[in-house]
């Protein structure tokens, strides 16, 4: 058999659960959206499945196994993720603090070049790689590993895709009516906590 879809229910019902999960991604796109409308968000959206085309390619191709064998790299990347949410952290607190302080310095805003925020955030957290080394070959039956995989990766990465694309509309047309200071600057000191909280659970 080259596909079981037999699998793919209870792919279905799993997928759904992880995807509504909320994560790094979920918030980074709220906040890049409500602060920069739908193109920010749709290229922050971009850069973060482009990642996660890489990692799960990586699965795919046997390659995730490997480096899973290599503790080292592994550190090293949730090392390098932690850093990089810690930093965006500092970048959304430093923000506030300016804006609460009445500064008019030019302020760093997380949303500026999102395709390539949305990546690094992704490429940089070994969960998803290690997320589908373990998840995905839970669901490969009686199918082809390689194509079994392949399709459950494109399955799951639609259905994120999907909800994440929901996120985006939904911040977007709702930024209007809820960009006032009040707002804006809860928004900005939940996604701060939150990039901080996962940047200090990646190193624990």
């Known amino acids: ?3 079981d879809f037999g699998q793919l229910p209870a792919f279905l019902i799993a997928c759904v659960v992880v995807v509504l999960t909320p994560g790094v991604d979920a918030f980074l796109l709220l906040r ?72 008019d310095e030019p302020v760093e805003v997380v949303a500026d070049r999102p395709f390539r925020r949305g990546f690094l955030t992704n490429i940089t957290n070994p969960k998803m790689l290690l997320f589908s080394l373990a998840f995905l070959p839970q669901f490969i039956g009686a199918g082809q590993p390689t194509a079994q995989l392949a399709m459950l990766a494109v399955v799951f990465l639609g259905l994120a895709a999907l909800w994440e694309l929901l996120i985006v509309v939904a911040a977007s047309r709702v930024a209007g009516r809820l960009r006032r200071p009040g707002v804006t600057t809860a928004l900005d000191a939940v996604c701060a906590a939150v990039f901080l909280t996962m940047s200090v659970g990646l190193v624990l």
């Open 1 to 3: 058999m080259f596909l």
């Open 32 to 103: 890049t959206s409500m602060r920069s409308g739908t193109r920010a968000g749709l290229w922050a959206l971009a850069g973060i499945h482009s990642a996660s085309f890489v990692q799960v390619g990586l699965v795919i191709s046997g390659l995730g196994v490997v480096l899973a064998r290599y503790p080292a790299v592994l550190v090293a990347l949730r090392w390098i993720g932690a850093a990089y949410l810690l930093w965006l952290a500092l970048s959304i607190a430093r923000s506030l603090l300016r804006r609460t302080t009445g500064s």
